[in-house]
């Protein structure tokens, strides 16, 4: 289980009391994860992804979900590392009301999953944004995100020290 906290937002491993939240978010044609899916999820499919989250390593699935939740608990959206494979990875971030948005709760949550990434020994991510998403691509370049064009956006996480000679 990851639970991560940063001054405003706690990240957390999604579990069974989210599925009705996250089938909400999945099939939602206002707010889709990830573009747009001729065919809604299920509660059983829901289900099923917070079993192999639950159970597997990102190196297994090759993917994290993590809540995006309030310290009281309320849950404010997702962050997602994807397509994963031990060097690099995607990130993707969903906060659902706009009441929440522009509110610093995205920018938390990506610092955080940046230092977890640098953790795990991801030497990159990737963000992958359609370009009319004028929001998404200012918090990505705030976090130091660089625009690769055709939507995709990079950032380094490799640690560079300088070699000091005594």
Known sequence: ??????????????????????????????????????????????????????????????????MIC????????????????????????????????RKGFGYSALQIVVDYAKSLGLRSLYASILPNNTASIRLFEKAGFEDKGAGLYYKNLKSYFPLSYN
Do not use: C
């Open 1 to 66: 289980m990851v639970l991560l906290k940063g001054k405003n937002i706690i990240l957390r491993s999604v579990d069974f009391s989210d599925i009705d939240t996250l089938l909400l978010w999945e099939n939602s044609k206002r707010e889709p994860m990830y573009g747009v899916f001729e065919e809604e999820y299920t509660r059983d499919d829901i289900a099923k992804f917070v079993l192999l989250q639950q159970h597997y390593s990102i190196a297994e699935t090759e993917q994290l979900r993590l």
């Open 70 to 101: 309030s310290p009281n608990g309320e849950r404010l959206g997702a962050i997602d590392l994807t397509e994963y494979d031990g060097r690099k990875a995607f990130v993707s971030i969903l906060i659902f009301d706009v009441h929440n948005r």
